[in-house]
């Protein structure tokens, strides 16, 4: 059963597990009906989808600023506000049925840490509102060219975009440098992570924000 707790729950969330455990329940509850998953996800959501976010927070330093772009179902950033609540994370996202459900998760859960805004990456009050954050993560949102594009002008210099990819990430990455070195985007690298508690670990690729000195 997807509800069923699965043991590396415990390893990834810790003492927070319960409100990780309450947002796959509300996702089984609702996120087919409200267009935020795919009927074959159901079964999925723990493993796919869950703690597959939640592992990104290997990557992420402590109390830095995160802005999850295109969050959707809150994917990677409710997974990470609860695993780690010493992160500031901001839920951006454009559809107002998709806010609504974000406020409501976030009210459910009590997640204090967490803000929701409703816009687009590459609205200009929007990178107004956001910008010098330390990290932007992302998941299946867009291309690596056209996410640099919408991400890199929200990152402080050396903030980093996390970009959940597929196996395919160093592809993206060969294909899309040129165009992410254009943008100011440097030390592209792909890392996995989540290999110790997962048994299909996560792959990120991770662009930095250029800084003045690195130009």
Do not use: Y
């Not at 409501?104 to 590459?122: D, P, Q």
Request: aromatic fraction near 2%.
């Amino acid at each position: 059963m997807a509800g069923e707790l699965p043991d590396n729950a415990k390893l990834v969330f810790g003492e927070h597990v319960d409100r990780a455990a309450e947002f796959v329940r509300l996702l089984e509850e609702h996120g087919v009906e409200r267009g935020l998953i795919g009927p074959r996800e159901v079964d999925k959501i723990w493993d796919r989808h869950v703690l597959n976010s939640a592992v990104v927070e290997q990557v992420i330093q402590a109390n830095e600023r995160v802005v999850d772009v295109g969050s959707g179902a809150g994917l990677p950033g409710v997974p990470l506000a609860i695993a780690r609540p010493d992160l500031r994370i901001t839920l951006l996202e454009p559809m107002a049925r998709r806010i609504a459900w974000l406020e409501e998760v976030t009210e459910r859960l009590e997640l204090s840490n967490v803000t929701v805004v409703r816009g687009r990456a590459e609205e200009g009050p929007v990178r107004d509102r956001l910008k010098n954050c330390d990290v932007v993560t992302a998941r299946a949102v867009a291309p690596l060219d056209k996410l640099a594009r919408w991400c890199l002008p929200l990152l402080k210099g050396g903030g980093r975009m996390v970009a959940l990819k597929g196996e395919r990430a160093q592809e993206e990455l060969d294909r899309d440098g040129t165009a992410v070195r254009r943008l100011g985007g440097v030390n592209g690298h792909v890392v996995v992570v989540g290999a110790d508690v997962l048994e299909v670990p996560t792959t990120v690729l991770i662009v930095e924000r250029q800084t003045r000195r690195d130009r």
